[in-house]
Each structure stands twice: as C-alpha cells, then as structure tokens.
C-alpha cells in the first residue's frame, strides 16, 4: 500500500469515528435467546467490525413474498402516495406526500397539544405539521397546559442494555417515569426510538428483558415499576408521537429494548430505499422494518398474518378493521375482510382496556373523516334510483341488450351528462363537482357559446323531471392533445354560474359528482368496472335512452394497437368484443368503484378499433394520468375524496 493511500484510509477511519458514537450491535442468536428467558442473566452483546453490504437488492424469481426487481427498483416509500395515504399533516403532490402548512389542519374535535418547545398546538395534526416540515421532533403531550416550567416528554435508550425508558408528563402537569411492555414491541417502535438517540436509520434489533431480572441488579434499583403499551407505524420522529396505552405493572412482565444500527453486516438479503440491511424474512410482514416502510411496499405474498392490498402493500394485520383506510380501495375496511381476530382485538382494546391516555391514532382518524367529509363525491343518492324502466303509460320497458349493454334506471348513472352542441348530443361526459365536467378532447371545441351541458337526461331526446341544462363558461382542452393520434385526449369544461349565487346548478336529488382517482395504482387490471352513454346499438342505430355496461380493465394493451398505443391511454372491456362503447360514447365515463362503494372517474371514452371488435377493446384516457392537470384548473377541493 501506497503511503498516500495508507494516509486517506486513516483519516476515513477518524472522520468515521468521530462522527458515529459507538455502540452495541443485534445480539447473537444465543444472546437473544439468553435476553428473552426470564431466569438467565443479561448479557452485553459485542460488536464486530464489518464490511459495507451491496446498494442493490436483488429479489430472486422464486421469492415467495417480495414483488419483482422491477418494483424494488423505484425505491417506493410510506411517501409514495400512488400506492397508499398520505397521514392528515400531509398532501399528495405529484404522487409524494408533502408536508401541509400546520394551519390547513382540522380543528374540529381535536384535543390541544403540549410541544417540547413549550408552545400549545391545537391539534397532534398541527404539531406533527410542524415536525414535518422542521424534521425534527415536537410532540411532548396532550394537554392545554404548556409553560415552560412544566415537565416534558422525554425517553432513554441505556447503550448497555438497550433498556427503553420514557417519562410521560400529565395533561395538566407532573408525570411519570415509565418502561415499555413487550407486547406491542416491534421493529418500527424500535427505529423511532433509535432515530431520537442519533441512528438516522434506526434500530437493529428489537427485543426483551425480563424485569424482575432487571432488579435484581443493584444498579437498577430505580427502575420504574410500570410499563405501557406503544404502537407505533414507523413515521414518528419520537415516541411522544406514538400511540401509548395500557399502563399495567412490570412486575414479571418483559420490557421493550432496542439495539441502533450502527454497522451494515457484511451480507446483506435486502437493502430498504434509505440503505439499511434487514434480512429478507422481515419483509412483507407488516412491520415497518426499515423505517421508511420500502420494505412492505412491493409484496405479492405477507408474512405472519400481514394483510395485503391490492397494491402490494402489506399491513399489519392490527389494520385491518380499525375504521381506518390504509388500502386506497379501503379492503382493509370492507367486512369480508374484518376476521373473528380483528373483531376480538377490536372489543379488548376499545372495552376491556380503557387508556388512560388520549389516542393519537383516534385524533388522526377524526381528522380524515373531517377531510373526506367536506368533499362529496363517488357516492349517489339511493333515494331517487327507480328499480325498474316504465313507459308513459305505466309498462314496464324490456329492450334487447345491445353491444353487450343494456338501458339504465332513469337516474341511476348520477355523474353522466350529455354533451350538445348545436342542439345534438354526439357525446357524453362526467360531472366531477363543483362548475367542472369532463369529457373527451375531440368532443369539443374552443367555442363554448356552441354548447350545453345536460345533467340526468336519461331519454336523448327527451328531458325528465330532474332533468337540468346549464350553459358552458369555458372550454380548457389540454394543452399536448394531438387530434390525429388522440394523445391526450382529455378536456374539462367550466359551467357557467347560477345569477347572483357562488353555485353552477341547483341542488338535485338526480344529481352527483363522481371522484376523480390521483393515482394509476387505485384499481388494478381485471378489476370489473361500468361504462355508459347515448351511442350506437348492435345494429348500429343510436340509442335512445342511457345504456350501461360492465366491463373489465385490460393490462398490455400496447399488443392490440402497437406504436398508435400511447401514455395516458388504457383499455376495457373483453378481448373477445363482446362489451364495448362506440360511437357517440366518446367524452362517458368508465367509472370503477372501491371496496367501500366509492365510485371513480377512471377512464374517458375515447377511441378504438370499430366497435367490440374481437381483440380490439376499447381504448379510454386513464383519467388518474392528468390529475395533476385537473388539479391545477379545479382546485384541491373538488377533485379528489382522499389525499387532501
């Protein structure tokens, strides 16, 4: 060796020295085992000195759980708000959560907030806003008073034992030094308490002591007698951030302990998105073991009772049934999911061990509920849908099922709308909320004197009682649309005010607006959806009243069109061309609705290879591919039920 290699392999060694404390590593195996019984004394494990593990993870065909390489390789995080939501202090901004100023956050129903800065906060979502965008922890404790003489939240890691100590200050002043129980210990607990003892990547093992072995050692005499409960979902910057419950004695009980990671081992089976190593059988578990949750965001397949979403990501299995939406279809919370064992846990956590403290995770559901409700959308009005088609005189309609579709109730499609301009209706589109439709781009033009907009309209050329008509203000195509290709093929269209009144149209029992999807990942290929619209029949007539149709997503449909296939386009209906729109369809809705009923704007009709040609199915703009855009023209409150 060179003596000037020699001199820069010293200095990485002080520089690296200087900068990370040193610390103990995971205990062995035997250490572990030693650490978890309760009659053997403790031991210290020993750290080694280890090589760097590889920066690239690779994922092996025949993984029974983890995704594809494909998948692992876009470094999806608990930010990536394609796959899943964004908590309340957060926003969706071009598919990663980003912080919210604190003053967007609810204010109804929320308990105050004492921070470590002494300062009151109205809400825990206020406070973690302001963590969020300080990075830096905040959250002391719920209670109005916040003097700064009052005592704060503070917690422990001891460096010998990893024992984890908390003090837990009271709503209106004093507190208590307590430890942790065992039972709801895990990984994600573990890295937000090493993240507060300076390990920016966490924890390295998480574990148990035995407490009663504790006091038996002479230096542990003031040891605190009582343990709580933490859950944590591994986002908290402390534990104060936590979800904290159960006080109970410690007496015989074990107590949570925690290992930082220091050093990467020398093999590595898998590298989360921030470089930490974890081995491959913490993945797809449910547990946040890498701290930003890489690890349960590309699963096929979840581990030791994990609950998995369409998406690929997995949860853990206490999510399931807790009035909380983590899969953005809501399966989580659909009850053919709800288990006897989500059900029991439910009943003891929430009757037969009242907390004694304010639940953070109760504050956040309050706030989502608070959000979505101020948002209408998705959901129509039951009361006005007719169970079957009567004539004038009374019959009951049967009509023949044409281009595999077949008439609906009269108000039964609540967010269509018929297009006309110059008293002919060649096109449809989707009431979004608000002054805004939306419709296909080769459905309009830049004149929108030239058009109307029918709401309900169920017979063509017929208006019924909740029928209603309201004139175009302005007509916004998108900027790329390419007329020859149909690229883009997307337009919104701004209705004109009411006089004298902030609203575009009376309010109408006939009348809703469907959600606007933000992300491409919200329903996946297979899933059955519904098509409507005025267009031709099978005997290439037009229809005379509304027809709808089921009809399923299509995945690679670039093999049917090839090079005409473009971004933003995707395909529905059956490759054997038996359901499909057609002409005077162009600018309807492809709506897809959720676990929880929730109906989305998830394709536009607007093009194809004639009508239900065999392998040719219908191609529609993927409306979630321009949310941004819609976004950007209609504001934040009328385009979306979640992600706020």
Not at 260 to 285: L, S, W
Not at 427 to 434: D, E, L, N, Q, V
Not at 515 to 533: A, D, E, M, Y
Not at 547 to 553: I, P, Y
Request: glycine fraction near 8%; aromatic fraction near 8%.
């Amino acid at each position: 060796m060179s003596l000037d290699s020699f001199f820069l392999l010293f200095l990485l060694i002080v520089c690296s020295e200087s900068e990370i404390p040193p610390d103990i590593e995971q205990p062995s195996a035997l250490d572990q085992q030693r650490l978890l019984k309760p009659n053997l004394p403790v031991t210290t494990p020993t750290p080694k000195v280890t090589t760097p593990a590889p920066k690239t993870t690779k994922a092996p065909e025949t993984d029974e759980f983890l995704d594809s390489q494909e998948c692992l390789d876009k470094g999806l995080t608990r930010a990536s708000c394609d796959l899943v939501f964004c908590p309340p202090w957060q926003r969706c901004v071009e598919g990663q959560c980003v912080c919210k100023p604190p003053y967007l956050c609810p204010t109804e129903g929320v308990e105050a907030v004492c921070g470590l800065n002494h300062r009151s906060y109205t809400s825990y979502c206020q406070a973690m806003a302001v963590s969020c965008r300080t990075k830096k922890p905040l959250m002391s404790h719920f209670g109005k008073e916040c003097k700064e003489n009052n005592p704060k939240f503070q917690s422990s890691l001891n460096e010998t034992t990893g024992l984890i100590r908390i003090f837990l200050p009271g709503s209106s002043g004093g507190g208590e030094d307590l430890l942790v129980c065992q039972e709801l210990w895990d990984m994600a607990a573990a890295n937000v308490a090493c993240k507060k003892h300076g390990s920016p990547l966490g924890a390295g093992s998480a574990y148990a002591l035995n407490h009663k072995s504790l006091m038996a050692n002479s230096d542990n005499k003031d040891l605190p007698r009582s343990c709580v409960s933490i859950r944590c979902q591994g986002y908290e910057t402390s534990l104060a951030e936590c979800e904290i419950y159960n006080k109970v004695k410690a007496d015989d009980r074990m107590v949570a302990a925690a290992t930082c990671y220091r050093i990467e081992p020398e093999d590595c089976d898998f590298i989360c998105a921030n470089h930490k190593c974890i081995n491959r059988n913490q993945t797809c578990d449910g547990v946040d073991d890498c701290g930003d949750r890489s690890d349960e965001m590309c699963c096929k397949k979840c581990r030791n009772g994990a609950f998995r979403c369409r998406t690929g990501i997995c949860l853990h299995r206490d999510a399931v049934g807790d009035k909380q939406i983590d899969c953005l279809d809501g399966a989580d919370e659909s009850q053919k999911h709800e288990t006897a064992f989500t059900s029991r846990t439910l009943a003891q956590s929430s009757t037969q061990n009242p907390s004694e403290y304010i639940s953070r995770k109760n504050e956040t559901r309050a706030n989502r509920e608070h959000l979505e409700t101020k948002l209408f959308c998705g959901i129509p009005n039951r009361d006005v849908v007719k169970d079957t088609n009567v004539d004038e005189r009374g019959r009951t309609i049967r009509r023949k099922r044409v281009v595999g579709g077949h008439p609906a109730n009269p108000t039964q499609i609540q967010w269509q709308v018929a297009l006309e301009e110059n008293r002919r209706i060649d096109c449809g589109g989707a009431y979004i909320g608000g002054c805004w439709v939306l419709t296909a781009a080769h459905c309009v033009r830049p004149k929108p004197s030239a058009f109307k907009v029918k709401f309900s309209l169920w017979k063509k050329f017929r208006a019924q009682g909740t029928t209603d008509i309201v004139p175009v203000e302005d007509i916004r195509i998108h900027p790329n649309y390419v007329p020859a290709t149909y690229e883009n093929d997307i337009a919104l269209i701004k209705l004109e005010k009411l006089p004298f009144m902030d609203k575009c149209l009376e309010d109408n029992p006939g009348v809703r607006a469907v959600c606007v999807p933000w992300t491409t990942q919200l329903f996946q290929p297979n899933h059955t959806c519904s098509i409507s619209g005025w267009g031709r029949t099978a005997d290439g007539r037009s229809a005379q009243v509304l027809l709808w149709a089921n009809v399923s997503l299509i995945s690679s449909c670039e093999s049917s069109y090839k090079h005409r296939f473009k971004p933003g386009m995707m395909c529905a209906g059956d490759l054997d061309g038996r359901v499909d729109s057609c002409q005077g369809d162009s600018g309807g809705p492809l709506v897809c609705t959720d676990e929880l009923g929730v109906s989305y704007l998830w394709g536009i009709v607007s093009w194809g290879e004639r009508c239900g040609q065999q392998g040719f199915p219908g191609v529609y703009t993927q409306v979630a591919h321009y949310f941004e855009w819609i976004r950007l023209h209609t504001g934040w409150s009328a385009v979306t039920r979640f992600n706020t």
